[in-house]
């Protein structure tokens, strides 16, 4: 028996848990991240107060109202995050992700259609412009969370220091691997801590596709870092 009739023979419910997913049957949704952007409501009125979208030429196009610092790759931290929740009613954060439709099963979301989904603090921080991604999504467009994340870079260096990271995390990573990512005539550069397999799989000037983790310390603290080199961009419950 092959795949798709042993997929047709399962129970919608079985379906569902395996895919990880309430909106969407197998296989879940994937595409890469075109847009993140952050949006405060206070009584009537949105304000879009961080945002990197694609623009007409593919590049990121970069706007923020609060953060004169920002960068592509900005990150909002728990104390800033803190300050925006006393200062507006709500906070919510926005993905954009152009699809790749669904491996053959089932064209929905289409080939190229781009969809808006909303998402957790952690899980925007987790996400980059240009990053393909393999989506867990919920109801009313949202993102529960990434069966996978993959993004390139240029390995500009790499570093046995760790020494950003709670204690309890250091002896996982031998080291960190600062990353240059090119979007165009844009570049920004990153800092993560990498697993062995990615640590010594890989040299300075070297342009490499990582699979990224995300991960929380023992008192609290979210990060991502680089576990594995040329990962596999589909996905199968078998």
């Given at each position: 028996?092959?795949?798709?009739?042993?997929?047709?023979?399962?129970?919608?419910?079985?379906?569902?848990?395996?895919?990880?997913?309430?909106?969407?049957?197998?296989?879940?949704?994937?595409?890469?991240?075109?847009?993140?952007t952050?949006?405060?409501?206070?009584?009537?009125?949105?304000?879009?107060?961080?945002?990197v979208?694609?623009?007409?030429?593919?590049?990121?196009?970069?706007?923020?109202?609060e953060?004169?610092?920002?960068?592509?790759?900005?990150?909002?931290?728990?104390?800033?995050?803190?300050?925006?929740?006393?200062?507006?009613?709500?906070?919510?954060?926005?993905?954009?992700?152009?699809?790749?439709?669904?491996?053959?099963?089932?064209?929905?979301?289409?080939?190229?259609?781009i969809?808006?989904?909303?998402?957790?603090?952690?899980?925007?921080?987790?996400?980059?412009?240009?990053?393909?991604?393999?989506?867990?999504?919920?109801?009313?467009?949202?993102?529960?969370?990434?069966?996978?994340?993959?993004?390139?870079?240029?390995?500009?260096?790499?570093?046995?220091q760790?020494?950003?990271?709670?204690?309890?995390?250091?002896?996982?990573?031998?080291?960190?691997?600062?990353?240059?990512?090119?979007?165009?005539?844009?570049?920004?550069?990153?800092?993560?801590?990498?697993?062995?397999?990615?640590?010594?799989?890989?040299?300075?000037?070297?342009?490499?596709?990582?699979?990224?983790?995300?991960?929380?310390?023992?008192?609290?603290?979210?990060?991502?870092?680089?576990?594995?080199?040329?990962?596999s961009?589909?996905?199968?419950?078998?």
């Amino acid at each position: 028996m092959d795949r798709r009739s042993i997929i047709k023979t399962l129970p919608v419910s079985l379906i569902l848990l395996l895919s990880g997913c309430s909106g969407h049957p197998l296989p879940p949704p994937k595409g890469t991240v075109i847009g993140r952007t952050i949006v405060a409501q206070r009584e009537d009125s949105n304000v879009r107060i961080f945002s990197v979208n694609q623009d007409e030429s593919g590049n990121p196009l970069l706007k923020s109202s609060e953060f004169t610092a920002a960068d592509l790759g900005f990150v909002l931290d728990n104390s800033t995050y803190g300050a925006l929740t006393e200062q507006y009613d709500e906070v919510t954060f926005y993905v954009t992700i152009r699809h790749e439709g669904y491996d053959g099963l089932r064209k929905s979301p289409a080939e190229g259609e781009i969809i808006h989904y909303s998402t957790e603090k952690v899980l925007f921080n987790s996400t980059q412009f240009g990053d393909f991604v393999i989506v867990r999504t919920g109801l009313s467009n949202s993102i529960r969370g990434f069966h996978r994340i993959v993004r390139s870079g240029e390995v500009v260096r790499k570093s046995e220091q760790v020494s950003d990271i709670d204690d309890s995390a250091v002896p996982e990573f031998p080291g960190y691997i600062v990353l240059q990512h090119e979007f165009e005539t844009v570049s920004s550069r990153r800092r993560y801590p990498a697993t062995q397999t990615a640590y010594s799989n890989v040299e300075r000037d070297q342009r490499v596709v990582f699979g990224i983790e995300r991960e929380t310390t023992q008192s609290g603290t979210n990060y991502v870092y680089l576990d594995s080199v040329d990962p596999s961009r589909s996905w199968s419950f078998f």
